[in-house]
């Protein structure tokens, strides 16, 4: 394998940097947008060459292989399509042991293409592991799945201009959780959010405070929040030392207040291949077709995600106890007064 490695770093990755620079180029200056908004067609042929070379996902060791695909316990996807079986797919059969992969990360280390081509970059295969630990079955097949595919990228959003982030416990934004878990509200300014203005980014891994009155080194928790969803606001290219490391990069980003999104996403994008069916006429319902099978996904996760109308009511709760206050929301809630003390 580290001969294929080599073989490919030197032959393909190498050669390649030149066609990314001068892409990159033509699509503007250093920080701007349009630098951002698409990814080099060379790179995802590099991925599917890797893929062919058997270099796909090879940061996974055979525990982390095991905690993956764990995720899809007892979880079958709409027709029948298993995510245990998706996600196997795109682990690797002989998983290398940690210093095993060290070796091959060396190589990698030649070309600034070569991890990324191989689904081996930073951030995604430290929040492919965090996903793989603790993801729920619908967030391993929202999320996990995609980034181990390279179809999606990520991004962690700790560090944060407020505080000194070296020290985790400083960091201040806000997760608000709702009683049942299923749900939080997010606010606060992050930045050097690497990947966060990738044109695929559409995860963002927030550190934030969930629990301000618990001893500093348990008080924080990790807020899945897409990278599309309304309250993200603002993202932002930095220059490092006038770099600005496209198309991937590494932005500001201000998290308002975000809420509601495990029920306005899916109806948003029900809305949208409700109308892609009507325009393909019986093709849109064709059993076999990509989009009744998408549409029926996404129908599934309006319930398989926790049902829409828990959501809403934990969504109430929050908002009730945000204007009202703890007692206040209570009364909105239940229609009785607390009782006195
Ligand atoms: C290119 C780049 C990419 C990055 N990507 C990400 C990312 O993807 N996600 C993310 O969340 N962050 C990211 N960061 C941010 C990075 O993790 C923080 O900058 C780093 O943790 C330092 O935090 P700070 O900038 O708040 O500095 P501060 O915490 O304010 O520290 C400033 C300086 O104070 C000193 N100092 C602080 N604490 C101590 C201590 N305990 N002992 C001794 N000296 C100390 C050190 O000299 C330190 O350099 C990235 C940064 C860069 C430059």
């Given at each position: 394998m580290r001969e294929r490695l080599w073989a490919f770093v030197h032959e393909e990755c190498i050669p390649a940097e030149e066609s990314v620079e001068a892409f990159l180029s033509a699509a503007g200056?250093?920080?701007?947008?349009t630098r951002f908004a698409v990814v080099p067609p060379v790179i995802e042929a590099l991925k599917e060459r890797a893929r062919d070379l058997g270099l796909w996902n090879v940061w996974a060791d055979e525990h982390m292989c095991h905690l993956a695909a764990g995720r899809a316990t007892d979880d079958a996807g709409p027709c029948g399509v298993s995510l245990r079986r998706d996600i196997e797919a795109q682990l690797p059969a002989e998983p290398l042991t940690v210093s095993e992969y060290a070796l091959l990360a060396e190589i990698m280390g030649r070309s600034e293409l070569a991890a990324l081509a191989c689904n081996c970059s930073a951030p995604d295969t430290g929040n492919m592991e965090l996903l793989s630990r603790f993801a729920t079955p619908g967030q391993a097949r929202r999320w996990l799945l995609p980034l181990l595919q390279g179809r999606m990228r990520s991004a962690f959003l700790m560090t944060e201009p407020d505080v000194a982030s070296s020290d985790a416990r400083n960091i201040a934004c806000a997760i608000a959780v709702s009683d049942d878990g299923a749900r939080a509200t997010v606010s606060g300014r992050k930045w050097w959010a690497t990947g966060a203005c990738h044109p695929q980014c559409g995860l963002f891994l927030v550190l934030g405070v969930s629990d301000a009155g618990a001893r500093p080194t348990r008080r924080h928790s990790i807020a899945l929040v897409p990278a599309s969803a309304p309250g993200v606001r603002d993202v932002t290219p930095l220059l490092v030392f006038g770099y600005d490391d496209a198309p991937a990069g590494h932005a500001s980003v201000t998290l308002d207040a975000l809420s509601g999104i495990k029920v306005f996403v899916p109806r948003v994008a029900l809305a949208v291949m409700d109308r892609a069916i009507q325009v393909h006429g019986g093709a849109g319902v064709e059993g076999r077709g990509l989009l009744a099978r998408a549409y029926a996904g996404m129908r599934c996760l309006r319930i398989a995600d926790g049902p829409d109308d828990v959501h809403e009511r934990t969504l109430a709760g929050l908002e009730a106890r945000r204007v009202l206050g703890a007692a206040g929301a209570r009364e909105a809630v239940t229609g009785r007064r607390p009782a006195k003390l």
């Amino acid at each position: 394998m580290r001969e294929r490695l080599w073989a490919f770093v030197h032959e393909e990755c190498i050669p390649a940097e030149e066609s990314v620079e001068a892409f990159l180029s033509a699509a503007g200056h250093p920080g701007e947008a349009t630098r951002f908004a698409v990814v080099p067609p060379v790179i995802e042929a590099l991925k599917e060459r890797a893929r062919d070379l058997g270099l796909w996902n090879v940061w996974a060791d055979e525990h982390m292989c095991h905690l993956a695909a764990g995720r899809a316990t007892d979880d079958a996807g709409p027709c029948g399509v298993s995510l245990r079986r998706d996600i196997e797919a795109q682990l690797p059969a002989e998983p290398l042991t940690v210093s095993e992969y060290a070796l091959l990360a060396e190589i990698m280390g030649r070309s600034e293409l070569a991890a990324l081509a191989c689904n081996c970059s930073a951030p995604d295969t430290g929040n492919m592991e965090l996903l793989s630990r603790f993801a729920t079955p619908g967030q391993a097949r929202r999320w996990l799945l995609p980034l181990l595919q390279g179809r999606m990228r990520s991004a962690f959003l700790m560090t944060e201009p407020d505080v000194a982030s070296s020290d985790a416990r400083n960091i201040a934004c806000a997760i608000a959780v709702s009683d049942d878990g299923a749900r939080a509200t997010v606010s606060g300014r992050k930045w050097w959010a690497t990947g966060a203005c990738h044109p695929q980014c559409g995860l963002f891994l927030v550190l934030g405070v969930s629990d301000a009155g618990a001893r500093p080194t348990r008080r924080h928790s990790i807020a899945l929040v897409p990278a599309s969803a309304p309250g993200v606001r603002d993202v932002t290219p930095l220059l490092v030392f006038g770099y600005d490391d496209a198309p991937a990069g590494h932005a500001s980003v201000t998290l308002d207040a975000l809420s509601g999104i495990k029920v306005f996403v899916p109806r948003v994008a029900l809305a949208v291949m409700d109308r892609a069916i009507q325009v393909h006429g019986g093709a849109g319902v064709e059993g076999r077709g990509l989009l009744a099978r998408a549409y029926a996904g996404m129908r599934c996760l309006r319930i398989a995600d926790g049902p829409d109308d828990v959501h809403e009511r934990t969504l109430a709760g929050l908002e009730a106890r945000r204007v009202l206050g703890a007692a206040g929301a209570r009364e909105a809630v239940t229609g009785r007064r607390p009782a006195k003390l």
